[in-house]
C-alpha cells in the first residue's frame, strides 16, 4: 500500500481535489480496463464532493456510460428516506449526470433483512464482477469512505464483531452508536482493502481526534475502524485543516 495525506485550507479545495481525482481514477481505469468501478460512501463531506462532481469542469470530464456506480454502505431504508446514501447521492450526483440506469447498482435496502440484503449485495457483486463468492473480493477502481467522530467508516464501528469479518465482501451491521440508529450494510475490510484505491474524505474540527490516532499511528482497528483501511492499491487522505489538526501532509 502506498499512502497520501493532502490538506486543503478550505472545502471547496478539498472538493475540487476530490472530484479532480476521481476523474484522473476514470480515465485510468478505462484507458487501461474499458470500464470505472466506483463505489459511494454516505457522509456530510462525501456529499458536498459529489455536489462538486456533478458541476463543470468534472462532470463532463467522466465517461459516464463506461462507469459503474457502487456504495460502499448504506442504512436499511428506502431510497427516498432522508437517511439513504444512496438517496443522497441521488440527489446530489447521480440525478444530474447522464448516467445509464443499469450503470446503478445501489445495495437492494428494502429486500427482506439486512442479512439477505448483505447477501444479495455480495451476490451482485459476484456477479458483475465475475468473482465467486468463494474467491478473494474483486478490486473496485475505487472506494469512496468518510470518517465518523468515533473513528468508524463505512458501517464498520469501533468494538463490533464486522471488523473482524475475514471472509464476507459485504454484512449486515446493527445500528451504530451515532444516529440515525437504523441498521446498515456495509462493506468489509477485505472487500475494501482489495481496491485499487481508496479515498477517504473528511472535513470538520470533529474530526482531528480519530485523525490524529488512525494517522499519528498505532490506533486499534476495535477503537478506531479506519485504522482497518490498508488497501492493496493507494490510500489516499484528504483533509481539511480542522480535521487535520496536528497531522502533517505526507506521501509514504
Ligand atoms: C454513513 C457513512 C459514514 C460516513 C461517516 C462520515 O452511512 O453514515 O457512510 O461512514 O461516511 O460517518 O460522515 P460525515 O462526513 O457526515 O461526518
Same mark, same amino acid.
Not at 30 to 44: D, E, K, N, P, V
Not at 62 to 73: A, G, L, Q
Not at 104 to 131: C, H, M, N, R, W
Not at 188 to 207: C, S, Y
Given at each position: 500500500?502506498?499512502?497520501?495525506?493532502?490538506?486543503?485550507?478550505?472545502?471547496?479545495?478539498?472538493?475540487?481535489?476530490?472530484?479532480?481525482?476521481?476523474?484522473?481514477?476514470?480515465?485510468?481505469?478505462?484507458?487501461?480496463?474499458?470500464?470505472?468501478?466506483?463505489?459511494?460512501?454516505?457522509?456530510?463531506?462525501?456529499?458536498?464532493?459529489?455536489?462538486?462532481?456533478?458541476?463543470?469542469?468534472?462532470?463532463?470530464?467522466?465517461?459516464?456510460?463506461? %462507469? &459503474?456506480?457502487?456504495?460502499?454502505?448504506? /442504512?436499511? =431504508? #428506502?431510497?427516498?428516506?432522508?437517511?439513504? @446514501?444512496?438517496?443522497?447521492?441521488?440527489?446530489?450526483?447521480?440525478?444530474?449526470?447522464?448516467?445509464?440506469?443499469?450503470?446503478?447498482?445501489?445495495?437492494?435496502?428494502?429486500?427482506?433483512?439486512?442479512?439477505?440484503?448483505?447477501?444479495?449485495?455480495?451476490?451482485?457483486?459476484?456477479?458483475?464482477?465475475?468473482?465467486?463468492?468463494?474467491?478473494?473480493?474483486?478490486?473496485?477502481?475505487?472506494?469512496?469512505?468518510?470518517?465518523?467522530?468515533?473513528?468508524?467508516?463505512?458501517?464498520?464501528?469501533?468494538?463490533?464483531?464486522?471488523?473482524?469479518?475475514?471472509?464476507?465482501?459485504?454484512?449486515?451491521?446493527?445500528?451504530?452508536?451515532?444516529?440515525?440508529?437504523?441498521?446498515?450494510?456495509?462493506? %468489509? &475490510?477485505?472487500?475494501?482493502?482489495?481496491? /485499487?484505491? =481508496? #479515498?477517504?474524505?473528511?472535513?470538520?474540527? @470533529?474530526?482531528?481526534?480519530?485523525?490524529?490516532?488512525?494517522?499519528?499511528?498505532?490506533?486499534?482497528?476495535?477503537?478506531?475502524?479506519?485504522?482497518?483501511?490498508?488497501?492493496?492499491?493507494?490510500?489516499?487522505?484528504?483533509?481539511?485543516?480542522?480535521?487535520?489538526?496536528?497531522?502533517?501532509?505526507?506521501?509514504?
Amino acid at each position: 500500500m502506498t499512502q497520501e495525506v493532502l490538506i486543503y485550507s478550505s472545502s471547496r479545495e478539498l472538493n475540487n481535489s476530490a472530484a479532480g481525482f476521481i476523474v484522473d481514477a476514470s480515465k485510468k481505469a478505462i484507458a487501461a480496463r474499458g470500464r470505472f468501478t466506483i463505489a459511494l460512501a454516505g457522509g456530510s463531506t462525501p456529499k458536498t464532493t459529489y455536489q462538486t462532481l456533478a458541476q463543470a469542469p468534472f462532470a463532463r470530464s467522466i465517461d459516464w456510460e463506461r %462507469t &459503474f456506480v457502487f456504495m460502499s454502505d448504506e /442504512r436499511c =431504508v #428506502l431510497f427516498d428516506d432522508e437517511r439513504s @446514501n444512496y438517496g443522497m447521492a441521488r440527489e446530489a450526483l447521480l440525478s444530474h449526470i447522464p448516467i445509464p440506469d443499469a450503470n446503478l447498482l445501489p445495495i437492494p435496502t428494502g429486500q427482506g433483512s439486512p442479512d439477505q440484503v448483505a447477501e444479495q449485495y455480495a451476490k451482485i457483486l459476484s456477479d458483475f464482477f465475475g468473482t465467486a463468492l468463494t474467491d478473494a473480493p474483486p478490486a473496485f477502481d475505487l472506494i469512496l469512505l468518510g470518517l465518523g467522530d468515533d473513528g468508524h467508516t463505512a458501517s464498520l464501528f469501533p468494538g463490533y464483531p464486522t471488523l473482524q469479518e475475514t471472509e464476507r465482501w459485504v454484512t449486515a451491521s446493527p445500528p451504530g452508536t451515532l444516529p440515525p440508529p437504523v441498521d446498515r450494510v456495509t462493506f %468489509t &475490510f477485505p472487500l475494501i482493502n482489495a481496491a /485499487r484505491a =481508496v #479515498l477517504m474524505l473528511v472535513a470538520g474540527e @470533529n474530526k482531528a481526534a480519530p485523525v490524529r490516532d488512525v494517522l499519528g499511528g498505532g490506533a486499534a482497528v476495535q477503537e478506531r475502524p479506519a485504522a482497518g483501511v490498508q488497501p492493496t492499491g493507494k490510500l489516499v487522505w484528504m483533509l481539511d485543516t480542522k480535521a487535520a489538526g496536528s497531522v502533517k501532509a505526507a506521501r509514504l
